[in-house]
């Protein structure tokens, strides 16, 4: 037990050595004089007096180091001396220390970016108090015919579990919403969120100003301040400088009078993840913004996302399983009669998920990738450790005599151990700091990847606390494990061996070690190039497989009419004078309409048949599409029989299909001139109504709502005055710019007071739809190279290494008559040997690979024997590459020379 | 094992030198050893040297303090000399020590006992 005190005397000790030091001389000196007095006063001469002293007195310099361990921080002193050295040793072998950090700064750096974008989609908790206690309750339709997960819940239904369910303490609703808010004459687009009242108070929250919201602000037409907001702390700050006032402020939020009543704790963001919002509003606000007050609470829309807090003593099975005792109750009790019963519905289950890190639609989407993607970077770092293990070992090898020196002059087999780790740590450590910054260059880069404009701007990419101890960690676990093989060699070395021999030797076993370090290297390498080989053709096939669109100079934008006077026929019209005139513009090719963004995820599907008695008959589901004239045009889809819509009444009942719709309504006859009937259950109602459509044209298949899916049948239908909200105008020109400019003048003339609105190139459309895709070939791919990379160093350092331990055997070969070429072919063979043992351990290890990463697949087989052939075919050629370098040399020796040097 | 070996000869070696300076008041370094050797007679064999750490210890734990002066015979000599605190810890460790050999006394006999 050392106490405080005695722990700062030390510490004192250890940073004033130099006095201490001196007063110890003194002191020993001392000792020695009296000593010398006592013995001459028992009458022996001067010389044989100094001679006693010292025998008594022991070691003096033994007493010394004693005296400095009892008084200061010996492990301290000894850890300096060991980076001391470690230094001096770097310094003088720059390259080696350069190899090593940049390794390990590639592989730290990769691993760092990776776990910053998943520790923010994924494991950053809410900053909630007892964040561990939200939970989310949400529906999932598992089995059935589609599969569909975290379906949000209606207002009706957050209101029925409140009501009903005991576990929780609040359940509340919550749904991401964009407002404008105009303040002083300014309006700005602003981030936010439709909140139940009672959501701050279940989540535990206190306002940084004012009050927060409270289920009396959730009323139908506003509260007691009227409509109340809360705004976010980074809205105070950026708009309102902090100033308190701002609580009671009067605002306009998206042309309606709002007060605010309130700002959210600072750090706050809700709790969708990579969504900042900076207002919140009572959830009855959306109710007027939209004009559905009874909807809200009546309908079904499920929009939703149910959060809510368990209550004590209540862990998130029991509320699972209450909750799913309640839900056919809720179903009975919510739906009409007419979906109670559809096989979606019996196949959906209620479930209480556990909610402590919020919830992102992005999840989805990119838990499986960043998931892969961590597993990627950690075989690439385990390559990196592999890489210098086998560095380390040929450096330990060579420092033997060193060692053997430091040994015999006792310092003990720890000490040399923990020198050697202590070096290892020297690399790691710079590294580390290296691999961060690199992190915090590639994460925005990375983000891009990322479909989500939203998440792009607001998820952190910046490492925080937990993403630096990790690295931290990772960092440590590298020093070791690269640390450990050599340490463990120089633990084994035998010194008086090692003293007499002129050249360093390794023992049989460590070379043993050193070399399986190739196959292991070559064994990761080749899965990560199979891996990224798969993934990489996959965007390739997504990229130029024909789609049935044509991408360049297309652009779409959101007609944003709710507020135009004109309704029904009168904005039919509208449209359609719309797209004429567009197409009047200078550069415009075609331009139309169009309910559906191809590739945007949106799915309208209609149940047909060409029966004629369609009420009995067995319906088939196509996806449909509202569209305008000349839509094919714009989006150069052949019409391939018949012709196209026009922009006139006399097309009302007409219809398109694509060639799968034709093949599969009409697969024996002909289509043109047919009638498909389309049939339409009111589930509300229990009523059937037919509706018949003329097929006027046959188009080419094309994708419909995602790059991924084989092409659906298609059914095109004109645009009506039933069906004229919601809808993109599509413009094909010479450029986007001419594009753009049709659009601006046309929306001038014609409709100067509807809001203008963001375009979005189909381009852009179609690379967030593959986005996914890209990101993870991207990265896979760039993690293969870097194996690549670090296995070619790897087998050049083994070889290398090797060649120069066999100059004498290599010399004495080729003056018994080897040829060069027989030198050259000999040193290969080795490192062949090796690189097909990792190939056929790396084979196995590939094919395990694959099968895991089947399910980003597309258009290529998990088995696909050419990616394996190749991804062999890479690794055997910078094997090779990498072992001819050295083997080179080896050719070069001099047979007298490397002789004469034994 | 070695460790608390050591410990314990550690140990022994201080406890020896906080008792020889409360009974002899303040002395140099040579002197506590020189004291040592005297009362132990030849049955320690002392490496004079190793004292020095012993001191530091004990000075670093406040338990004794030192101060240059100059000795009996004219020379230049660092003196120490027990604290209160070093005194409190003496009473306890040589309470210490005495319980530990009277156990090893009675242990120790009743092997022999048993022995007949």
């Known amino acids: ?902 | 094992m070695a460790e608390s070996k050591l410990d314990l000869l550690q140990g022994t070696l201080d406890l020896m030198v906080l008792q020889t300076l409360a009974a002899m008041g303040s002395l140099h370094g040579y002197g506590i050893a020189r004291r040592i050797e005297q009362v132990s007679g030849d049955e320690v064999l002392l490496n004079q040297g190793t004292i020095y750490a012993s001191l530091v210890r004990l000075l670093q734990r406040g338990w004794i303090s030192a101060e240059w002066g100059t000795s009996e015979n004219n020379r230049k000599a660092r003196f120490y000399s027990i604290t209160a605190d070093g005194r409190k810890q003496l009473a306890e460790d040589a309470k210490y020590w005495q319980r530990l050999s009277d156990v090893m006394g009675r242990v120790l006999s009743m092997e022999s006992d048993g022995g007949e």
């Open chain 1, 1 to 902: 037990m050392v106490s405080a005190r005695e722990l700062r005397n030390r510490l004192r000790s250890f940073f004033r050595k130099d006095p201490l030091d001196r007063e110890l001389e003194e002191e020993l000196a001392s000792h020695l004089r009296l000593a010398v007095d006592e013995n001459i006063a028992h009458g022996m001469s001067a010389e044989e007096a100094r001679r006693q002293a010292l025998i008594r007195f022991g070691g003096v310099q033994q007493a010394r180091e004693r005296q400095r361990e009892a008084r200061g921080l010996p492990w301290l002193d000894e850890m300096m001396q060991d980076i001391r050295f470690a230094t001096r040793q770097s310094a003088r072998k720059p390259g080696f220390a350069l190899v090593a950090i940049l390794t390990l700064t590639l592989g730290i750096g990769a691993n760092t970016a990776i776990f910053t974008l998943t520790h923010a989609l994924l494991l950053s908790g809410l900053p909630v108090p007892d964040a561990g206690r939200l939970v989310r309750v949400v529906i999932h339709v598992r089995g059935g015919k589609r599969e569909m997960n975290n379906v949000p819940l209606s207002l009706s239904m957050i209101e029925f579990v409140q009501r009903r369910a005991d576990a929780f303490s609040g359940v509340f609703g919550w749904s991401v919403y964009d407002f404008v808010l105009k303040d002083n004459g300014v309006s700005r687009g602003r981030r936010g969120a439709v909140v139940s009242g009672n959501a701050f108070d279940v989540l535990g929250l206190h306002a940084a100003a004012g009050r927060l919201l409270s289920p009396a602000d959730d009323q139908p037409g506003g509260g007691p301040d009227g409509w109340a907001a809360v705004i976010s702390y980074r809205l105070w700050m950026d708009q309102y400088h902090g100033d308190p006032a701002v609580v009671g402020r009067h605002v306009t939020v998206t042309d309606h009078g709002v007060t605010i009543v309130g700002v959210a704790p600072e750090g706050f963001e809700g709790v969708i993840v990579a969504e900042h919002p900076d207002l919140y509003l009572p959830i009855e606000f959306s109710a007027a913004l939209n004009d559905n007050e009874k909807q809200l609470h009546e309908g079904g829309m499920m929009w939703l996302t149910a959060f809510a807090r368990l209550k004590p003593g209540v862990d998130r099975e029991q509320a699972q399983a209450e909750v799913a005792t309640l839900f056919p109750s809720m179903l009975d009790a919510l739906l009409p009669p007419g979906i109670r019963h559809l096989p979606e519905v019996e196949h959906s289950t209620l479930d209480v998920d556990a909610a402590r890190t919020g919830w992102s639609p992005l999840r989805m989407e990119y838990t499986k990738p960043l998931l892969l993607l961590q597993v990627l970077v950690g075989v690439v770092l385990l390559i990196c450790c592999a890489n210098l293990s086998g560095l380390f070992l040929a450096r330990a090898s060579a420092r033997q005599q060193e060692f053997a020196i430091r040994g015999a002059l006792g310092a003990g087999r720890r000490r040399l151990m923990r020198q050697l780790l202590v070096e290892s740590m020297m690399l790691a450590v710079p590294g580390a700091l290296l691999g961060v910054g690199l992190a915090w260059l590639a994460g925005p880069w990375m983000l891009r990847g990322i479909a989500n404009p939203r998440a792009q701007v607001s998820l952190s990419t910046r490492p925080d606390f937990a993403v630096l101890a990790i690295t931290a960690a990772c960092a440590c676990l590298c020093a070791l494990l690269f640390g450990m093989a050599p340490a463990w060699a120089a633990s084994r070395t035998n010194f008086e061996t090692a003293l007499r021999s002129t050249r360093s030797r390794i023992s049989g076993g460590t070379a043993l070690a050193r070399r399986l370090f190739i196959p292991f290297q070559v064994a990761l390498s080749l899965a990560l190039v199979v891996v990224a080989a798969l993934l990489g053709a996959t965007v390739v096939h997504l990229r130029t497989e024909d789609s049935g669109f044509r991408m360049q100079n297309v652009i779409f934008y959101y007609a944003d009419f709710g507020r135009l006077q004109q309704r029904g026929v009168d904005l039919l019209t509208l449209y359609r004078r719309i797209m004429m005139r567009m197409e009047e513009k200078p550069g415009v090719d075609a331009a139309s309409v169009t309910d559906i963004l191809p590739y945007y995820g949106w799915i309208d599907r209609d149940s047909f048949t060409a029966a004629a008695d369609a009420l009995h008959s067995k319906t088939m589901d196509a996806d449909v599409s509202e569209i305008g004239a000349h839509y094919f045009a714009a989006l150069g889809t052949r019409i391939l029989a018949g012709r196209d819509l026009r922009n006139d009444d006399g097309d009302l009942h007409s219809c398109i299909v694509n060639e799968r719709a034709a093949a599969l309504y009409f697969p024996h006859g002909p289509v043109l001139g047919q009638t498909l009937h389309d049939v339409e259950h009111n589930l509300r109602t229990g009523t059937t109504t037919v509706r018949d459509c003329q097929i006027v044209g046959v188009v080419q298949n094309t994708k419909y709502d995602t790059v991924r899916e084989a092409p659906p049948a298609i059914v095109y239908r004109p645009i009506s005055k039933q069906m004229v909200v919601g809808l993109f105008f599509v413009i094909h020109a010479r450029s986007l710019v001419e594009a753009r400019a049709a659009y601006h003048s046309t929306m001038q003339e014609l409709a100067p007071d509807s809001p203008e609105t963001d375009p979005a190139t189909f381009v852009q459309l179609f690379n967030d739809s593959a986005a996914r895709d890209q990101l993870l070939s991207a990265m896979s791919g760039f993690f293969a190279v870097l194996a690549l990379l670090l296995s070619g160093i790897g087998i050049y350092g083994l070889v290398a290494w090797n060649v120069s331990q066999r100059t004498t055997e290599i010399g004495v070969r080729m003056a018994l008559g080897a040829t060069r070429g027989r030198v050259f072919v000999m040193v290969l063979r080795q490192i062949a040997v090796l690189l097909a043992t990792g190939l056929v351990a790396g084979g196995i290890a590939s094919y395990f690979a694959a099968q895991s990463v089947h399910s980003f697949l597309y258009e290529i087989e998990a088995e696909d024997p050419r990616v394996f052939a190749l991804a062999a075919g890479v690794l055997v050629v910078i094997g090779l590459a990498a072992a001819a370098i050295p083997a080179r040399r080896a050719m070069r020796v001099e047979p007298m020379q490397a002789l004469r040097a034994e």
